[in-house]
Nanobody, 123 residues
Framework: QLQLVESGGGLVQPGGSLRLSCAASGFTLDDYAIGWFRQAPGKEREGVSC????????RYADSLKGRFTISRDNAKNTVYLQMNSLKPEDTAVYFCAAIPSLGLNPPFIFGSWGQGTQVTVSS
């Protein structure tokens, strides 16, 4: 069973930073493109960023460019999302998933959604 576990969320003040981690369990992460998604209360899940299996290509939601950086360390079987200059509107549960190709609106994900990690941006 393909399973990803998100971590690194927390409460941060506006303008602060967090680094989220997405760790794979039971499979080799470098076989897959990985996407980060988020879901705010009362809103649909949206794509945040994604990275190719090699790490050579990335994509970001237009509203996040310049603030978020996705990276991967295949040796550690982990994908990261560095989030800087956080805003209250970034408050959401963040999820990662293995996706069939590079894109922020994948037609499906491999495996199932995990529990995510809560990010709260508030003063």
């Amino acid at each position: 069973q393909l399973q990803l576990v998100e971590s690194g969320g927390g409460l941060v003040q506006p303008g602060g930073s967090l680094r989220l981690s997405c760790a794979a369990s039971g499979f080799t992460l470098d076989d897959y493109a990985i996407g980060w998604f988020r879901q705010a209360p009362g809103k649909e899940r949206e794509g945040v960023s994604c990275i190719s299996s090699s790490g050579g290509s990335t994509r970001y939601a237009d509203s996040l460019k310049g603030r978020f950086t996705i990276s991967r360390d295949n040796a550690k079987n982990t994908v990261y999302l560095q989030m800087n200059s956080l805003k209250p509107e970034d408050t959401a549960v963040y999820f990662c998933a293995a996706i069939p190709s590079l894109g922020l609106n994948p037609p499906f994900i491999f495996g199932s959604w995990g529990q995510g990690t809560q990010v709260t941006v508030s003063s």
